[in-house]
């Protein structure tokens, strides 16, 4: 078992490493658990400002309109004086002004003209404000149109400007908080690629010196035995760096609330494909790569993109369309859409079970081809050699 104990021994010596990014991993997963633990239960709070308003029409429908701010801000008639109203907006006495025309009811209602506003630069504020005029315009547009009066039309706006809806949010099995253990499994696709890319290609490429190969060869270890020792040892790391990654954090932080989990298992085996998927990428990288510095840019390239595009560090559902496309085509992106089935559902059906199944088969596809990849690569290389 030469070879295998020479696999080991490398392996001890990035131990370091290896709890570096554990240490890295259990961080933000706590993290993230804890964060989504304060927010959970908040709900929206309209924000009210100070809006400023200089009414040139004093019309029904205009002063209707300081009216309908007033019930959601706090508003000051502003004098008709640029100087005071960009120091107003400067010293944040305002955060926005509205300018009502002479001819409010021809220019905006029926010329559809835009009311010149003033907001602080930079600021989103504004945008709420907007909303709420372009809301009242439409409202007054319509009712005149309709042949409501001016003062029917206020009237009308501001009876029901206040309205409100009661709603009762229906809790279901798609709707359930996301448990901390699944923001470790979230996270586990970087980590876990990490740690078997680099420590895989750093033995490797130990394996790989002209000296230690030419000493192999000509010792009486066959290459057959030779294979299988290399074999038993990405599986004995693989396993263990699993163990470290999952079973220990789970043990440790979420003992009671995942292990009597009735998706445990699925959890597992969700890692497990991935965790094959690992052992492949890693065993392409060790079959060309053959500096240490070239393997550190490698891997980060291909443990931070495939993280970035496929849901790790950001969340699918923000993704774009064109992003969730390319992330199709890389296997941590089905170990995430797994990972996000399991975290919001309470209880899975049998359509989630064959959902569930079916993306760990596509995992287990891309882990195959990937390590027939790197046979070939592999033994072109020891023809060229």
């Keep these: 078992m030469t070879v295998f104990k020479g696999f080991l021994i490398i392996t001890k010596r990035n131990l370091l490493m290896v709890f570096m990014y554990l240490a890295i991993f259990l961080t933000i997963g706590i993290l993230a658990s804890g964060s989504d633990s304060n927010t959970s239960g908040t709900g929206f709070h309209a924000?009210?400002?100070?809006?400023?308003?200089?009414?040139?029409?004093?019309?029904?429908?205009?002063?209707?309109?300081?009216?309908?701010?007033?019930?959601?801000?706090?508003?000051?008639?502003?004098?008709?004086?640029?100087?005071?109203?960009?120091?107003?907006?400067?010293?944040?006495?305002?955060?926005?002004?509205?300018?009502?025309?002479?001819?409010?009811?021809?220019?905006?209602?029926?010329?559809?003209?835009?009311?010149?506003?003033?907001?602080?630069?930079?600021?989103?504020?504004?945008?709420?404000?907007?909303?709420?005029?372009?809301?009242?315009?439409?409202?007054?547009?319509?009712?005149?149109?309709?042949?409501?009066?001016?003062?029917?039309?206020?009237?009308?706006?501001?009876?029901?400007?206040?309205?409100?809806?009661?709603?009762?949010?229906?809790?279901?099995?798609?709707?359930?908080?996301?448990?901390?253990?699944?923001y470790m499994y979230q996270y586990l696709p970087y980590v876990l690629i990490s740690i078997l890319c680099y420590v895989m290609g750093l033995i490797m490429i130990a394996f790989h010196q002209p000296d230690l190969q030419k000493r192999i060869l000509c010792s009486a270890v066959s290459i057959r035995s030779q294979n299988l020792q290399l074999a038993l040892g990405y599986l004995a790391v693989g396993c263990s760096v699993w163990m470290l990654t999952?079973?220990?954090?789970?043990?440790?932080?979420?003992?009671?609330?995942?292990?009597?989990?009735?998706?445990?298992?699925?959890?597992?085996?969700?890692?497990?494909?991935?965790?094959?998927?690992?052992?492949?990428?890693?065993?392409?990288?060790?079959?060309?790569?053959?500096?240490?510095?070239?393997?550190?840019?490698?891997?980060?390239?291909?443990t931070l993109g495939m993280s970035f595009l496929c849901g790790v560090f950001v969340p699918l559902d923000i993704m774009g369309k064109g992003v969730k496309t390319v992330a199709h085509f890389l296997p941590v992106y089905w170990y995430e859409i797994s990972n996000n089935l399991l975290n919001n559902s309470a209880v899975l059906t049998q359509a989630q079970r064959q959902l569930l199944y079916r993306n760990y088969g596509i995992q287990l596809l891309f882990a195959a081809a990937i390590f027939c990849i790197a046979l070939v690569v592999s033994k072109r290389m020891r023809q060229t050699a």
């Design 47 to 182: 924000q009210a400002l100070t809006v400023g308003v200089v009414d040139h029409d004093g019309g029904v429908l205009s002063k209707g309109l300081s009216t309908y701010l007033s019930q959601y801000h706090t508003v000051r008639q502003m004098p008709d004086d640029t100087a005071k109203l960009q120091d107003a907006l400067f010293n944040r006495n305002v955060s926005y002004i509205v300018t009502i025309p002479e001819d409010f009811k021809t220019s905006c209602l029926r010329e559809h003209q835009a009311l010149p506003v003033s907001k602080i630069p930079g600021s989103t504020d504004g945008y709420y404000v907007d909303q709420q005029i372009n809301t009242y315009l439409n409202q007054a547009r319509v009712l005149t149109d309709s042949g409501y009066s001016d003062k029917e039309a206020a009237a009308y706006i501001l009876k029901h400007a206040d309205s409100s809806s009661h709603v009762t949010m229906l809790k279901s099995a798609s709707s359930e908080k996301t448990p901390g253990y699944g």
């Design 246 to 302: 999952t079973w220990i954090p789970a043990f440790f932080f979420y003992r009671k609330a995942f292990f009597q989990s009735p998706k445990m298992p699925y959890y597992m085996l969700n890692s497990l494909t991935l965790l094959l998927v690992g052992l492949a990428l890693s065993f392409l990288l060790g079959t060309f790569i053959t500096k240490e510095d070239i393997l550190t840019a490698f891997v980060n390239v291909v």
